[in-house]
């Protein structure tokens, strides 16, 4: 089994930075992509940026020139690094990971979530 936890959401004033980090272990044999989410009340959960195997990422529109993705497979980690923070930013944080099992099973887990509160 494979448990996935953020870290290092709060509550920042606009302009602040934040960083978020998120910490796969179990019986991980292979790390694929992996991403941050977040969900504010009454919507869907929505893509903020990924990070492939390759190290090619992706990038929500509304946050590219202030967060950065990146990730440690030494240490089965992916981090977030949010500059320029702004109100809208406002979320429930969460880390997804692919992942294949050393038992060959294949998919995808969550973590709990981390609440990041952008506010003055």
């Known amino acids: 089994q494979v448990h996935v936890v953020e870290s290092g959401g709060g509550l920042v004033q606009p302009g602040g930075s934040l960083r978020l980090s998120c910490a796969a272990s179990g019986s991980i044999y292979i790390l694929r992509t992996m991403g941050w989410y977040r969900q504010t009340p009454g919507k869907q959960r929505e893509l903020v940026a990924l990070?492939?195997?390759?190290?090619?990422?992706n990038y929500a529109d509304s946050v590219k020139g202030r967060f950065t993705i990146s990730r440690d497979n030494a240490k089965n980690a992916v981090y977030l690094q949010m500059n320029s923070l702004r109100p809208e930013d406002t979320a429930v944080y969460y880390c997804?990971?692919?992942?294949?099992?050393?038992?060959?099973?294949?998919?995808?887990?969550w973590g709990q979530g981390t609440q990041v509160t952008v506010s003055s």
């Open positions: 997804n990971v692919d992942l294949m099992e050393v038992n060959g099973d294949e998919y995808d887990s």
């Open positions: 990070i492939r195997s390759s190290g090619t990422t």
